[in-house]
């Protein structure tokens, strides 16, 4: 039987869901992944409108994750039926799929509940699905690869998350307005 995430398991406590950074947050780090959401949701959805709709979506989603009430048998509206995954070529990988706008979406990330953060945004990409299915993995590959390196680079300084039991500035927070 495949390994299940932890986003179907319901939350005990509170977790947090962190995006990698670039050093320690003392150094005023690069937000890896609030980046990728800024460039893409800039690059797919110029309207105003359509980048809220967007990131609101994202949003929602890991807020599920985040309770673990992910159930890919009643799919959250808008979204994919099975949205999470192990990424098998990248062993501390997993992946939350989206589909907005007829687009697939995907943030890698690592999860550990015996870790804080529980989760650790890696990358968020559009999946590239243009060209052979070869072609399309070797990209996927490729997009699972960059977020492994962040993975392990970022890893000795706890992906640059500062605090044990509470948000900081580089968790996912409620509101989108620090992704626009």
């Not at 994919?80 to 687009?103: A, C, F, M, T, Y």
């Not at 989760?119 to 999946?127: E, H």
């Amino acid at each position: 039987m495949a390994e299940q995430s932890v986003c179907f398991q319901l939350a005990e406590r509170p977790r947090l869901f962190h995006c990698c950074t670039s050093a320690a947050a003392s150094a005023h780090p690069n937000c890896y992944v609030k980046d990728d959401l800024k460039r893409v949701a800039a690059a797919d959805f110029p309207a105003a409108g359509a980048k809220y709709y967007m990131l609101g979506t994202v949003l929602g989603l890991i807020r599920h994750a985040e309770r673990g009430d992910l159930d890919a048998t009643n799919p959250i509206q808008g979204q994919i039926s099975d949205p999470v995954h192990k990424i098998v070529s990248q062993p501390d990988i997993w992946e939350l799929r989206w589909r907005i706008r007829g687009n697939p979406y995907r943030l890698y990330y690592s999860e550990d509940l015996s870790k804080r953060p529980d989760f650790v945004g890696l990358s968020f990409v559009r999946k590239q699905i243009d060209g052979t299915p070869e072609e399309v993995r070797l990209r996927q590959n490729q997009d699972a690869a960059e977020a492994q390196d962040r993975y392990r680079y970022a890893e000795h300084f706890q992906w640059g998350h500062d605090t044990n039991n509470r948000r900081c500035e580089y968790c996912f927070g409620d509101s989108i307005s620090d992704l626009v």
